[in-house]
């Protein structure tokens, strides 16, 4: 439920080289064997391809790079181009074929060789990204990050002897650094070798004794290794440096769960949601991996919740704390309470599609019409073109006997509406806003709409057909249209009623009877079936039985305007 962020003249990557060189920018490449024409020509493409996509115009930029490759396929310049507009695509293996071009032409760049390493590392082929940095490191040798790189790239494919070995060569030529401490303790973790990891760390802990980081990764390794008592004094020691540090209380209530002290554990969950130095994403993130994601629950929903009131307590004016709140209230079917949760979250984060329409699908299970009207005409002052705002916008003012501005809503969304299923729904819905404005030539030429879109629609058939009635206007087709509802929901009581009072404002009294007959039998409780029953029984003679009928839709809290008055003078008034 829950619900989601650029490359401009260039590439932002996250993976192994980034962006942290700087390309050589500013003139073409040289084209070595070419005619002058076909250079000049080569160079003023290459120009409109650069000029193209600084405006974000990546199939123009596309077309002039592969008109460079084609006048000339040795130009690798070009190729690298193409490589990070087909990124920027989304289509990386393209992009893979692109830059491995580029270094077919020219393998003494170590850009290129950087951003195929990146292209590789979502790839996950290891191997292949150890001989990219192998061969960046032939290039700058003095370049630590590429042995860095390749170094988590060993370890990666379990390779964590080779490991060792980058980064013995990092320290002969650095000398020993923190960077490499923590690097070399992971790996002796990943083979398995606690004791050698503890030194290491052990060792950082000597040289930076007021460094509560450092005691946390001891107490990691302590607990890793099966030594609990060392483990808790190291994160002990961590909060005596630092009280505060949540992801040592967080530390914490993970030793304590491991080792069975489920109380101890989540109240040291709490202290990590109370603390400031624990970001929200953080703690957002325990939530819905431990109380919102299907299966994986660890832990109590009561917890889950008494977790988010810590989260909406710290963070007051935070979207994400009442949002988090909301999805694991909405997980225990506690609806009232996760629309306030979710109207909070709108409150101060007005720009989240998501967020609205959560809520409004809330309001909707509540019948909440008031609110729906409230949040859905607030929500379209954030997104004017969101079609089904309108739809739930006009559904609640019909609810509220707010016609006129159901209508206005309705049109405004109908305009907006892309697909047949959602124009469908407005179409219906102006049928019966139109009806009850008096407009019935609008509202018959709302149902015909729909009706093109959906010939076999049997709720809207029996709508058109019961407004119809009504008017006592075109009663063959709504008979027509009756009957064909009901063959396509033989059971649907609603259908029968409508089909019984077109018959009888076709005068078919005996007819009707059966029919309103049928759908009492199938629901005996409903108060309008018991008045169109005894009006249908006094048109056929049966005046004191249908005065009893009349008194039983009383009974059953039946308010229709004309209701008191057939009872009281035991006479038929339509």
């Known amino acids: 439920m829950r619900i989601p962020l650029l490359i401009v003249l260039g590439i932002a990557l996250s993976g192994t080289y980034g962006s942290a060189q700087e390309k050589p920018r500013g003139s073409a490449p040289v084209m070595r064997g070419m005619s002058e024409p076909d250079s000049m020509l080569f160079s003023n493409e290459f120009f409109a391809g650069l000029k193209a996509k600084t405006l974000g115009n990546t199939e123009a930029a596309l077309g002039h790079f592969s008109k460079c490759v084609q006048l000339n396929p040795a130009g690798d310049a070009a190729w690298y181009e193409l490589a990070i507009l087909h990124y920027s695509r989304g289509a990386e293996q393209e992009a893979l074929k692109m830059i491995n071009n580029a270094i077919a032409m020219n393998d003494r760049q170590p850009w290129y060789l950087g951003f195929k390493a990146d292209l590789l590392q979502k790839e996950g082929k290891y191997e292949a990204i150890v001989e990219t940095f192998n061969r960046l490191i032939e290039l700058q040798p003095g370049n630590m990050d590429h042995y860095y790189n390749k170094a988590n790239a060993l370890l990666m494919l379990s390779r964590a002897s080779e490991a060792l070995e980058v980064y013995e060569q990092i320290e002969a030529a650095e000398g020993p650094g923190t960077e490499l401490t923590l690097a070399r303790q992971r790996v002796y973790l990943k083979k398995g070798e606690t004791d050698k990891a503890v030194e290491e760390i052990s060792g950082l802990i000597r040289k930076y004794p007021g460094e509560a980081r450092y005691y946390l990764i001891l107490g990691e390794l302590y607990d890793a290794g099966n030594r609990p008592g060392k483990a808790l004094d190291s994160y002990k020691k961590a909060l005596k440096i630092e009280p505060e ?115 409004l699908r809330l309001e ?59 124009k469908l729904q407005f ?148």
């Open 245 to 359: 540090n949540g992801y040592a209380r967080l530390a914490m209530a993970d030793h304590y769960r491991t080792n069975g002290k489920y109380k101890d554990s989540f109240d040291e969950l709490k202290r990590a949601f109370r603390s400031p130095g624990l970001r929200i994403d953080a703690k957002i993130k325990i939530l819905l991996d431990n109380y919102i994601k299907p299966g994986n629950s660890l832990a109590r929903w009561d917890q889950g919740e008494e977790l988010a009131g810590i989260l909406m307590a710290v963070y007051p004016r935070d979207a994400r704390a009442y949002a988090v709140a909301g999805d694991i209230l909405l997980q225990q079917d506690k609806q009232a309470e996760a629309s306030n949760a979710y109207r909070e979250a709108v409150k101060y984060e007005k720009n989240i599609l998501l967020l609205w329409e959560q809520l």
């Open 364 to 422: 909707i299970a509540q019948d909440n019409f008031q609110g729906i009207e409230k949040t859905s005409k607030e929500a379209l002052e954030y997104f004017p073109e969101q079609a089904d705002f309108y739809l739930f916008n006009g559904v609640a003012n019909m609810q509220l006997g707010k016609y006129r501005e159901a209508v206005a809503s309705l049109n405004k969304g109908l305009e907006l509406a892309g697909d047949s299923a959602l």
């Open 427 to 574: 179409y219906s819905n102006l049928g019966d806003a139109y009806h009850a404005t008096g407009n019935h030539a609008a509202s018959d030429r709302a149902f015909e709409a729909a009706l093109q879109l959906d010939r076999s629609n049997s709720l809207i058939m029996n709508n058109y057909a019961y407004y119809l009635a009504l008017r006592e206007q075109h009663l063959e087709k709504a008979q027509r249209m009756s009957r064909q509802s009901i063959s396509l929901e033989p059971g649907n009581v609603s259908y029968q009623d409508t089909y019984a009072w077109v018959l009888y404002k076709a005068g078919n009294y005996e007819e009707a009877c059966k029919w309103i007959e049928k759908a009492i039998e199938g629901f005996p409780h409903s108060p309008t079936f018991m008045e169109h029953y005894g009006d249908i029984l006094f048109r056929l003679g049966e005046e004191e039985e249908a005065v009893n009928m009349w008194n039983k839709a009383k009974e059953l809290g039946g308010k229709s305007g004309l209701l008191d008055k057939k009872i009281r003078e035991k006479e038929l008034y339509e």
